[in-house]
């Protein structure tokens, strides 16, 4: 194995075969993986966010998984903090790190010098935001939004108005602006790491990501998902997620069941497409996918 890397991180769109390359990655390094998808944090939702089964584990440490109930909150900033603190653990035993995950801003800001600036909310201001809101409308405070912040208007939809207001609030109230926010996002790397990054023809993705929603379904999705909608949980981060916000639709009568389960498979198909979208603009990954002979030659591996 290359002694220069200290931390390997293997993402992919959703269904492109992370969890299975990890492993035997893991087996091959002596490694420990470390979760890097930001909806296997939550308990109770297994099956929608395909996360690893003990079974499928085969006795290698995983960390990260299920913890936090799906009433509970999470960011980036905790996620970047709570991993930095596993991979000095991991290399304390003299293992290997593996993290492992689709969602790219959180693997991109454990890797690389993120800092992320704590706001102060001025509640009164923003009451007055949602009062103007209710009077101008989402158009118009979008309107104030670009001669606030252009940057920020420009990635955000005027009827997403809770992400209009909170841009509002760190343009006007603490002055700090999207584009300087994204200015204290760094692009230094702070391990000697390698990215494996996991691609394969788009059509075959999709057929893949279509065929584990069968399976998801198969799996008692449906059960997973009503579990958590007769619990009571509603208008929290994790309900946002793909497989469940659609279920939750068809619960509220919205759609029917087979509706649903097509939403699921679109959704699921664009969120892929962003993804690969979101990793090549970002990081410096090794597009060497499920090459196993690749892998090998890149980690001495004979």
Do not use: C
């Not at 304390?92 to 801003?105: D, E, F, N, Q, S």
């Not at 940057?151 to 584009?179: C, D, K, Q, Y």
């Amino acid at each position: 194995m290359n002694k220069k890397i200290d931390v390997v991180a293997i993402i992919g769109p959703t269904a492109s075969g992370k969890t299975a390359l990890s492993i035997r990655l893991a087996k091959e390094i002596d490694g420990e993986i470390i979760n890097g998808d930001s909806m296997q944090i939550y308990r109770h939702m297994d099956i929608g966010t395909a996360k690893i089964t003990e079974a499928e584990m085969k006795g290698v440490p995983h960390h990260l998984l299920d913890i936090k109930e799906p009433t509970e909150g999470f960011s980036v900033a905790e996620y970047q903090q709570l991993v930095r603190g596993k991979i000095e653990e991991i290399q304390a035993r003299g293992k290997m790190p593996i993290i492992v995950g689709g969602t790219g801003l959180y693997v991109q800001s454990v890797l690389y010098d993120f800092q992320f600036a704590k706001q102060e909310v001025d509640e009164t201001a923003r009451e007055n935001y949602y009062r103007e809101l209710e009077v101008l409308g989402p158009e118009a405070m979008h309107a104030k939004l670009v001669q606030m912040d252009p940057a920020a208007a420009a990635s955000i939809h005027p009827n997403n108005t809770r992400r209009v207001i909170r841009a509002m609030e760190m343009a006007e109230l603490a002055g700090v602006s999207r584009a300087e926010e994204q200015f204290n996002r760094g692009d230094i790397p702070l391990y000697n790491h390698v990215i494996i990054g996991l691609d394969m023809d788009r059509e075959k993705l999709y057929e893949r990501i279509n065929l584990r929603v069968d399976l998801m379904m198969e799996a008692g999705l449906v059960e997973e998902v009503r579990a958590l909608y007769e619990g009571g949980i509603r208008d929290v981060q994790a309900i946002k997620a793909i497989g469940y916000k659609e279920l939750y639709a068809h619960f509220d009568g919205l759609v029917s069941l087979e509706e649903a389960v097509e939403q699921i498979k679109q959704n699921s198909r664009r969120y892929a497409k962003r993804q690969l979208t979101y990793f090549r603009n970002k990081m410096e990954i090794a597009w060497i996918g499920n090459d196993w002979n690749k892998i090998k030659s890149l980690f001495e591996i004979h």
